[in-house]
């Protein structure tokens, strides 16, 4: 169905008067391009729910498309639990609409005679995870669209254990979406009867959960006035992440005040991405002025962080995600170590475009490591196979996400903020700092240094741009990457591991995903992948070298650097 014939069906529909003019604006403006745009396709419901720019149409996030995929939920959730008590939690961010579009979600939840759980006001996305075992709900819903840009928003749905939706009920789910020919089969009409609110009172439950993991105690108590200086970046971190901070001990807080109102315009920065230096600089300016020993900063819903410390130069350095998640489970497992908590019974998660290094870091304290899919909700998965059988220590990715325990299903910057600033604690009361502990792991497993780059494509023309990347990468793969011959090569959507110097092929153990990882003979491994929530195509860069010395940390660092960079140039994505 071409644009044009889709946003008259629209306009024929039961939608709001202010929905039509803006239909009609399209429709008669010279320029064509805004009407293909928003009706071009329907906005997919994919298989953690949607994403997109807010606005009025078929592909846009707005009161349709939110309540169509609501009532497919709707749908198969009365289908899977007939005659049970169907209960469902919702949480917000701070984005522009995220409480209509939670009130939207409600209203078609309860007008299907499901009881909802609602935050009465914006909360982490970690804590709705949280919410949904607490109140043995069925699913959850979260409003965000994460750190994408202003523009855009999302829905991200939940199952019964607090995990983003997996196989079968991610792919069940679309098919009850699609069935829905049209908004106007969908329930708005709330039932206020079935709709209760989560006030503060949850936070202090979740909170007393995150402090039961901290392993250093005595550690904080002794460092209890160390400078940290937190932002969360205009989004929900703010509700609850000097909380944690405060009840774990640490007395010397320093909020980064122009960024502390949460605010969907995000007026201080481009993108409210911890993963960039641009969004942390305010949070680094306040640093440098108080000469802070951490700089902590959280996304919108504040399931990821970003963290500077000082380095070997007494200058802040931002400290990246396969970073971060490795020096996370170095620390975890040295403390349970050191504590006499390690049995051969623990295990911990990560995924194919995170850092090998913590292979070699589980390898070395004896503990099982599972490998998944990119996401975590597959790291979510391992926990529920392994529930009641192997204690989960914890888990983490590339993407700036740490999970510290099984109490919450999901990346969570709010526990990974305590944790980090235990780590900061415990390294200083040694006389140390986060980034001499890092140097250490380094020395002891190997430098390992990984970069991300994404190539944004948008629209029509961007997303068969990223199809046409993927396909010749596989038709045509380099044989040789910066003067390396090519000696492996892993599909995971043939589910194909090939070894190209023998021609031995053997099946990839893990679900289909459109992703392609190539390793050379050197050690280096590059990966693509689209991205699931955003219009680029995803380029991982992995190189390691030993580290024999913590003095020679600034010339390893720089070769491989330099690495990394040929790599990237001689795959023309530079």
């Not at 959850?140 to 079968?168: C, F, L, M, R």
């Not at 986060?434 to 240094?449: A, L, N, R, S």
């Not at 029509?460 to 596989?474: H, P, T, Y």
């Not at 910066?482 to 995971?492: A, F, G, Q, R």
Request: include cysteine; proline fraction near 3%.
């Amino acid at each position: 169905m071409e644009a044009k014939e889709k946003a008259l069906k629209w306009l024929n529909g039961q939608i709001d008067e202010g929905a039509k003019k803006e239909i009609h604006q399209m429709l008669e403006d010279n320029d064509p391009t805004e009407l293909n745009e928003a009706f071009y396709k329907d906005l997919e419901f994919g298989t953690g729910g949607l994403r997109g720019i807010m606005g009025i149409g078929s592909n846009r996030m707005n009161k349709y498309t939110v309540g169509m995929a609501t009532q497919g939920l709707s749908n198969y959730l009365l289908n899977i639990f007939p005659g049970n008590s169907i209960k469902v939690a919702i949480a917000h961010d701070s984005r522009n609409k995220s409480d209509y579009f939670t009130e939207v979600a409600a209203s078609v939840l309860s007008a299907n005679g499901i009881k909802v759980y609602v935050f009465k006001e914006l909360r982490p996305t970690p804590e709705l995870s949280y919410a949904i075992r607490h109140y043995g709900c069925k699913s959850g819903i979260v409003v965000t669209a994460s750190h994408n840009p202003k523009e855009y928003n999302g829905y991200k749905v939940y199952w019964d254990d607090g995990s983003q939706i997996i196989s079968p009920h991610d792919k069940n789910i679309i098919e009850e979406v699609a069935k829905i020919g049209s908004f106007d089969e969908v329930k708005f009409e709330k039932d206020s009867s079935l709709i209760a609110y989560i006030g503060d009172e949850l936070d202090d439950i979740y909170l007393a959960e995150i402090e039961n993991v901290c392993l250093s105690k005595s550690s904080i108590k002794n460092q209890h006035d160390l400078k940290i200086v937190y932002t969360p970046i205009h989004g929900t971190g703010i509700t609850v992440i000097p909380k944690i901070l405060a009840k774990l001990g640490f007395d010397n807080l320093h909020i980064v005040e122009e960024q502390s109102k949460p605010d969907g315009n995000f007026p201080t920065v481009v993108y409210p991405n911890p993963e960039e230096e641009e969004a942390m600089s305010m949070g680094l300016k306040k640093a440098r002025e108080i000469d802070a020993d951490l700089v902590l900063a959280t996304d919108p819903d504040a399931d990821r962080v970003g963290i500077a410390v000082k380095n070997n130069h007494g200058e802040f350095q931002l400290i990246n995600g396969n970073q971060t998640v490795a020096l996370y489970i170095y620390y975890m497992l040295t403390r349970w170590k050191e504590l006499g908590k390690l049995d051969g019974n623990q295990f911990i998660v990560n995924t194919i475009v995170t850092t090998d290094l913590i292979d070699k870091i589980a390898e070395r304290f004896g503990v099982d490591n599972y490998t998944t899919l990119t996401g975590f909700k597959h790291i979510a998965g391992v926990i529920r196979e392994l529930e009641g059988k192997k204690k989960f220590i914890g888990g983490g990715e590339e993407s700036y996400g740490l999970m510290v325990s099984d109490f919450v299903r999901d990346k969570d910057a709010v526990a990974a903020c305590s944790i980090i600033a235990e780590m900061a604690a415990y390294a200083k009361d040694q006389g140390s700092s986060q980034f001499d502990m890092m140097i250490d792991m380094y020395v002891e497993f190997g430098f390992y240094k990984e970069k991300l780059i994404s190539l944004v494509k948008k629209g029509i023309s961007g997303a068969e741009e990223i199809q046409k990347i993927m396909k010749d990468l596989r038709a045509n793969p380099p044989s040789v990457i910066n003067s390396s011959k090519l000696v492996k090569l892993i599909d995971y959507q043939t589910k194909v591991e090939k070894n190209l110097i023998t021609g031995e092929e053997k099946p990839v153990q893990l679900p289909e995903s459109n992703v392609l990882q190539f390793f050379t003979e050197d050690g280096s491994k590059i990966s693509a992948r689209p991205s699931g929530t955003e219009p680029k195509i995803k380029f991982y860069f992995s190189v390691n070298k030993p580290l024999d010395s913590a003095q020679n940390f600034d010339q390893v660092n720089a070769e491989l650097d330099q690495k990394i960079e040929l790599i990237i140039t001689d795959m023309g994505l530079n």
